[in-house]
């Protein structure tokens, strides 16, 4: 496999920053897509085989909390550029503190995903041991 570079030495600091923070935001979007379609099987198997409305609730909240969050990321991805042209270091701090929202919002999702699908996993294995 042939590796990419993603950053050069001619390019700024700032040109540089904004490549990184794209290229993460890239990876969480492919993350939330992906989970998108395990979100849909899990609730095909709550539908068919679990039956808790509850469950299912909760199912469809987190369904409807990745697509925002998917939302959200992709208008987020396409203001980066932005960033290019601060020329204050207050402006700078801005898009820095914004970036570390956005993860941080991301990784408690992803840890409230995971409760729920473990949740599931194992409702699926009490159903099956019946």
């Given at each position: ?15 540089i ?15 939330l ?46 203001t ?12 700078d701090?801005y ?7 956005k993860?941080?919002?991301?990784i408690a ?6 409760n ?11 159903k099956?041991?019946?």
């Amino acid at each position: 496999m042939i590796a990419s570079r993603h950053f050069y030495p001619h390019e700024s600091d700032k040109k540089i920053m904004v490549k990184k923070d794209r290229l993460e935001i890239n990876n969480w979007t492919d993350e939330l897509e992906y989970l998108n379609k395990e979100l849909d099987y899990y609730l095909d198997i709550e539908d068919s085989m679990i039956h808790s409305s509850k469950l299912y609730q909760e199912l469809h909240g987190v369904r409807r909390e990745s697509a925002l969050l998917l939302a959200a990321l992709y208008r987020y991805e396409s203001t980066l550029g932005k960033a290019i042209e601060c020329d204050t270091v207050d402006c700078d701090a801005y898009y820095l503190n914004h970036h570390e929202k956005k993860r941080d919002t991301y990784i408690a999702f992803i840890q409230n995903y995971r409760n729920l699908k473990i949740k599931v996993l194992s409702q699926i294995l009490l159903k099956a041991s019946k």
